[in-house]
């Protein structure tokens, strides 16, 4: 298939609008309630009084703090505004942030610079609609934020001395993306881990300052206590132990399987990092944040905001697959009752829709294994020449006056 995507801004810029003023008018009509952010603001007044973080802090349906203070203390200017106000920020935030990252996307997977604002424009219409997108916009989550930090290392110049200081602040505000350090350290890019390693530290160094107690706490304790994310058979839970624990029909696996996962999100890792050094960051990076997501005891359906840069990928690099990234549309989890305790008595057929995220995560990393097969000829920490793309491109037309 050919497509001249570069020509048709103008087309695709209006296709976004309508795309977002429809969202708008969904979003007035259903009025989602914003409960994640509510959290983060009730986290940052707690950090200006000096009180406890991880304590009962009222927040809605009583929700614990899971984050570092980092991200806490990143939340007080937010806490000081009246909510309307602040609901009105985060939103233009999040929209904004939407259209970066669509745009870092099609710079990750290659697409030509004349062609990247008309195809982010395309990514950016589509993906307003994806699950993922639409909940982490409705309940005010930071996922676009951090993966935007992730994906500003990866599609900076390669000489940039900022590489890396991405991953250290999205590591800082919500660890799990510490994975990307161990990708970059082993896809040998040792100034860019370095970096994003001492921006992590510094992260912490910054908690310790403002709210040493708390700091301490967080990483002696709380971090490993994973009961305070949520339950593990919740429906929205898209991880692989998310999914034995609902197939089990328990809330808590056998010490037995939550090795295996961790097992098979180390094999998802080093896939990743191969894909990385052979194939280059489009394969590599997806792939080792799709392992992340699978192997994490909790992935909600939110945190696979990763959709954006797997749909450019599909889009740009295998079209055909097209099928596989409809998972995302399909809001397959959204209607469904989430509570442990109502997924535990599902008959099979509606057990089944709970895991679909998680299904295609694993058949993803599968497909990036028979890419590497393809490759093979290619020396180890080197990249493959790559292929030829799907789509072809023309430069856009300028635009008269």
């Known amino acids: 298939m050919t497509t001249a995507l570069g020509t048709r801004f103008r087309p695709l810029v209006g296709l976004l609008a309508v ?79 939407l259209w970066l990252v669509s745009w870092q996307s099609c710079r990750l997977v290659g697409v030509p610079r004349d062609a990247v604002p008309a195809t982010a424009a395309l990514l950016a219409a589509v993906a ?11 309940n005010g989550q930071l996922n676009l934020a951090l993966l935007a930090l992730v994906l500003a290392d990866f599609t900076a110049a390669p000489s940039s001395r900022l590489r890396g200081v991405g991953v250290g602040l999205a590591a800082g505000l919500k660890v ?12 040998r890019r040792y100034r860019a881990a370095a970096t994003a390693t001492a921006t992590f530290v510094a992260t912490i160094g910054v908690s310790a300052a403002v709210a040493p107690s708390d700091t301490w706490r967080y990483w002696t304790h709380y971090l490993y206590d994973t009961s305070r994310v949520g339950e593990l058979a919740n429906s929205t839970n898209q991880s692989v132990q998310g999914v034995l624990a609902r197939l089990t ?20 890792f080093a896939v990743g990092v191969l894909a ?27 945190h696979w905001v990763w ?50 995220y998680a299904l295609f995560g ?26 030829t793309r799907a789509l072809t491109w023309s430069a856009p037309r300028t635009p008269s006056g």
């Open 19 to 97: 795309s977002v003023v429809g969202y708008l008018v969904v979003r007035a009509a259903v009025h989602p309630s914003m409960i994640d952010f509510a959290v983060y603001r009730i986290e940052g007044d707690a950090v200006r009084h000096g009180i406890g973080l991880y304590g009962h802090l009222a927040t809605p349906e009583g929700l614990l703090a899971t984050y570092p203070p980092f991200a806490a203390i990143v939340f007080v200017p937010v806490a000081l505004l009246p909510w309307t106000l602040a609901q009105v920020l985060v939103n233009v935030g999040n929209l904004a942030l």
């Open 128 to 138: 307003i609609w994806a699950e993922p997108v639409y909940t982490t916009l409705g």
């Open 176 to 187: 799990t993306p510490i994975v990307f350090v161990a990708y970059l350290l082993f896809t």
């Open 249 to 268: 029909r328990a809330d808590e696996l056998v010490p037995g399987l939550g090795l295996s996962c961790l097992v098979l999100a180390a094999a998802g």
């Open 276 to 302: 990385g050094r052979r194939l280059g960051d489009a394969q590599g990076l997806t792939c080792t944040a799709v392992a992340g997501l699978l192997g994490s005891p909790i992935a909600w359906t939110h």
């Open 307 to 356: 959709c954006v840069p797997l749909t450019a990928f599909v889009l740009v690099r295998r079209p055909r697959w097209w099928p596989l990234v409809l998972v995302f549309w399909t809001f397959a989890t959204f209607y469904l009752p989430h509570r442990a305790e109502d997924v535990l008595t599902f008959p099979w057929w509606e057990l089944a829709l709970t895991n679909w």
């Open 362 to 387: 694993i058949a993803y990393v599968a497909t990036v294994v028979v890419a590497l097969r393809g490759a093979g000829a290619c020396l180890p920490g080197r990249r493959a020449r790559p292929r």
